[in-house]
């Protein structure tokens, strides 16, 4: 509690709270779409590949259905030069031009670096450059930019000498400072916070300008990793809203390391969180199967619902999860989300999730009305998988 009004303490001192709002509201009123270089090429990237991708957003028709920043992760740095310039390495040659190839696909360009003076792979990062980098990035036309904690950890370290307080103080700062030296460019640039969910960002994210924020670590494509994320959020949807937004990382889905049901329900858990989809894989080969998840439009809708409320847990037994998240109309999409390993019935019961009277439904996956609902749905879930609905009020 303390530290909560320390960290409250340290953002009105520093922060012109009312513009911030209104900025970030504008710039993400519902969770961000597209795609990140960093799950499937990590540090093997360049301009080719960004180009490919962005054309590939295209023509899978990912941007119509909403996708639409190519977020270049770390792995484009290379040097600082005398005069404070950052430049990129040689793998991107014009990042401006690369901006503009982006900005001609009717697509938006995304950027990354941190408050460090190196990011976590030991590249050359923002610290003490933070309104150079940020006029820099305006200037090759960014729309985003992801900043992460990194390096800048051993600083808080350092400078607090071991005081949690003034470390977290600290680090809320550095937030506020970038964010600022954006807002100071004039360019309306969504601030991606990466700092791992330390300090109950979502308690102070909003305050510092970030339009998203991680909430955890990092995700990887295993479902024990990708559920452990995911369902650790339950508790959070009260912080989320219309620009501000709950970030549990960028998407594994099509990277090979879980089956279709895993991917489902990763996707379908993304969407009742109301989770930035950030897809995360090579989107020049994609199999009809993931094509079938990234491009549903039906659990896309869940996820950009304007009501912008994100889910949360309804209630459990055991690995067996129901979650709803509220959506426009008075509709509610429900998650039956079955943990185990072997197919399990499972029940959603429409007293236990405050709904009254009943409900017609739709199942997203197989995209069919199943009809109108009263009292119990028992239904076959398989192992790893989830069944997803949207329940409306009958004559709606
Ligand atoms: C991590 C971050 C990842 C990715 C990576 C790049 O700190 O959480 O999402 O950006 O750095 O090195």
Redesign the pocket.
């Known amino acids: 509690m303390k530290n909560r009004v320390l960290i409250q303490a340290v953002v009105f001192l520093i922060a012109g709270i009312g513009s911030v709002f209104a900025q970030s509201a504008a710039l993400a009123p519902t969770p961000p779409m597209g795609w990140s270089t960093?799950n499937h090429f990590k540090h093997d990237i360049s301009d080719a590949t960004v180009r490919a991708q962005a054309d590939a957003l295209v023509a899978s028709g990912m941007r119509d259905a909403g996708y639409v920043y190519v977020n270049i992760?770390?792995g484009w740095e290379g040097y600082r030069d005398a005069a404070g310039v950052l430049h990129p390495n040689n793998n991107f040659p014009d990042m401006k031009a690369l901006g503009n190839y982006i900005h001609s696909k009717g697509l938006k360009f995304g950027m990354?670096t941190g408050p460090g003076p190196k990011?976590?792979?030991g590249a050359v990062a923002s610290y003490g450059y933070e309104a150079q980098d940020a006029k820099m990035f305006a200037a090759w036309g960014v729309d985003y930019l992801?900043y992460?904690l990194?390096s800048f950890h051993k600083i808080m370290e350092q400078e607090s000498g071991g005081d949690l307080h003034k470390s977290d103080a600290l680090m809320v700062t550095a937030y506020q400072k970038m964010h600022q030296a954006l807002l100071n460019t004039g360019r309306p640039i969504v601030f991606s916070m990466?700092q791992y969910g330390w300090g109950k960002v979502w308690e102070w994210g909003p305050q510092v300008g970030g339009d998203l924020w991680r909430t955890t670590g990092?995700i990887d494509d295993t479902y024990g990793r990708m559920t452990s994320i995911g369902f650790r959020e339950a508790g959070l949807s009260r912080y989320a809203g219309a620009g501000h937004w709950n970030d549990p990382?960028?998407l594994e889905v099509g990277n090979g390391g879980m089956h279709f049901d895993e991917y489902r329900t990763h996707f379908s858990l993304w969407a009742i969180l109301a989770a930035p989809l950030i897809a995360g894989n090579d989107l020049s080969n994609m199999t009809p199967e993931t094509k079938s998840i990234l491009l549903n439009r039906e659990v896309i809708a869940v996820d950009q619902d304007p009501l912008g409320k994100q889910g949360d847990r309804a209630y459990a037994a055991g690995p067996l999860e129901v979650w709803t998240k509220p959506l426009q109309n008075g509709a509610i999409a429900v998650g039956l989300f079955n943990r185990t390993s072997h197919p399990a019935n499972m029940t959603l019961n429409l007293e236990k999730i405050g709904w009254q009277g009943k409900a017609v439904a739709r199942d997203l996956w197989k995209h069919k009305d199943i009809g109108t609902l009263n009292g119990d749905y028992t239904v076959i879930v398989p192992e790893h998988g989830v069944i997803l609905l949207r329940i409306q009020k009958p004559g709606v």
């Open positions: 960093w992760d770390g990354y990011t976590c792979a992801k992460d990194c990466c990092d990382d960028i």
